[in-house]
């Protein structure tokens, strides 16, 4: 990606910032405090790969610090340049404004590419990495919190953890440092679907209004609909999977690095990465057609398209093209502020990636007070629940002479677990930031858009708290 379309992402959040930001009475002065990034970090460090020495280039934003920790995820990409990372920062800020999450936003980037590097030397670079964080006190329980993004995932945050923990062993909340770690280290059942299940809701959440569906020319609902998804790293195939399982969400295409496919009666999301996992590759999935190329994904007509890769991917030069009715931003930044104002004239509705991809962050959150609570979510309440619920039922047999099923029995008395207790919460988060946003949309007639009804939601927020504080008129 070249120095101006990744420069244009920062511009692209600058300007969506500003389109919001009159309709909220906020003072100028605040909105400029609200818009700034608070700490930029660059590095640069020598790693030994092989018998040659390299200089990683790598960054950690903290946009703000209304509230702490920062938080946000680390992303190992070949693209990654300063400008990104400070717009992903800031994305994260309103991302977690929207869904009530108490941190401030925060990125990481650092620029490699994880395929030519072996696990090794990953492992070296990441606690390299950790280790400066840890030097200028960017990193921490209470600080600023990392997690997985785009090329990292568990194994990375296990090593960070690790590494902080042989600095800062003996801080009594050190496992609440980085979150997204695997579940036997600290981690939390469900963070790996997260964002992708949060997409899901959110999905699900607009689809069942029925006169946003009919402006669409759309039924309400999800059984039926029409998906491409591009993108099948692990925000595209959770969302793609729980869509299919939960949803009866039909997805026509997917796209990956190597390719696009397109079937029409549907692609079995489990059945084409366990053919990926074999193959290598999307390609030549049983029954599907190859595409000729992978950006026409982004063109197909199709109720609902995914764009679950990368920012800058639906520009001013292929936004007429798009036939999809409604555009979930599962990655940060895929649709740009001009390609933006051609589709809303097209009458496109754009679910705003600060909003539908928050699942992940949502689930953080949760992960961290699990840390800081050091006690696993359910353990106090599943046996009472468990034994409440069975005195019910057991009564209701007494009372009616009737008696329920072993089957239904266990059903009906069963104590959440903490994979219910997270699924819960985050369905509940995703339900009630997006009826905000929507009240926000449809009550303020000025307020033409998902994304500017999502800003101006989360700058009402961040702005109350800088007011509070008593810092701003
Ligand atoms: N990287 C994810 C995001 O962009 C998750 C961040 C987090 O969990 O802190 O939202």
Redesign the pocket.
């Known amino acids: 990606m070249s120095k101006s379309s990744t420069g244009s992402f920062l511009e692209s959040v600058s300007r969506n910032f500003d389109k919001a930001a009159r309709h909220t009475g906020l003072h100028k002065g605040l909105l400029a405090q609200i818009k700034a990034c608070n700490s930029v970090y660059q590095m640069r460090f020598p790693v030994k790969i092989g018998s040659e020495y390299k200089v990683i280039e790598a960054y950690r934003v903290q946009h703000s610090h209304h509230r702490l920790p920062t ?3 680390i992303r190992y990409s070949q693209k990654v340049e300063q400008d990104e990372v400070m717009a992903l920062a800031t994305l ?1 800020t309103y ?1 977690c404004a929207i869904v009530d999450v108490p941190f401030g936003g925060a990125k990481g980037g650092v620029k490699i590419s994880p395929r030519e590097y072996t696990t090794a030397q990953l492992q070296k670079i990441t606690r390299r990495y950790t280790t400066e964080l840890i030097r200028k006190n960017f990193i921490g329980p209470g600080i600023d919190v990392p ?3 785009y090329g990292t995932g568990s194994r990375e945050m296990a090593w960070i953890l690790d590494t902080y923990m042989t600095f800062k062993g003996g801080e009594i909340d050190a496992a609440g440092c980085v ?2 770690k695997p579940v036997k280290l600290h981690g939390i059942q469900g963070r790996t679907e997260a964002t992708g299940r949060g997409v899901f809701y959110g999905i699900r959440e607009a689809c069942s209004n029925a006169e946003d569906m009919k402006a669409l020319g759309l039924t309400p609902g999800l059984a039926g609909k029409t998906m491409a998804i591009q993108g099948l790293g692990n925000v595209g195939y959770h969302t793609g999977l729980i869509s299919q399982e939960e949803g009866d969400v039909k997805v026509v295409a997917v796209a990956e690095y190597e390719g696009a496919i397109y079937k029409e009666d549907g692609i079995n999301i489990k059945k084409l990465a366990a053919h990926r996992k074999k193959t290598g590759s999307i390609l030549n999935f049983p029954g599907a057609k190859n595409m000729e190329q992978r950006k026409q994904i982004l063109e197909l007509p199709v109720d609902i398209l995914v764009p679950a890769a990368l920012e800058n991917q639906i520009r001013k030069d292929n936004a007429r093209r798009v036939k999809a009715k409604i555009i979930a931003e599962a990655a ?1 930044g895929p649709v740009t502020a001009d390609a933006e104002e051609i589709l809303l004239k097209k009458g496109v509705m754009i679910i705003p990636d600060m909003y539908i ?1 928050a699942g ?2 949502t689930v ?1 959150y949760f992960e961290w007070l699990k840390n800081l609570s050091h006690m696993r979510f359910g353990r106090m309440e599943k046996r009472f629940d468990q034994r409440t619920y069975t005195n019910i039922v057991e009564t209701i047999e007494r009372m009616t002479g009737k008696s329920v099923g072993a089957k239904e029995k266990e059903f009906l008395t069963r104590g959440a677990d903490e994979i219910d207790l997270v699924r819960s919460g985050l369905e509940e988060t995703m339900i009630s930031a997006y009826s905000q946003i929507r009240e926000i949309w449809k009550r303020r007639k000025a307020v033409e858009d998902l994304r500017s009804a999502a800003f101006v939601n989360a700058l009402k927020k961040i702005g109350s708290d800088y007011e509070n504080l008593g810092i701003f008129p």
Do not use: C, F, H
């Open positions: 938080k946000g995820g994260m991302k997690a997985p993004d979150t997204g940060n991809n992940g962050v953080s």
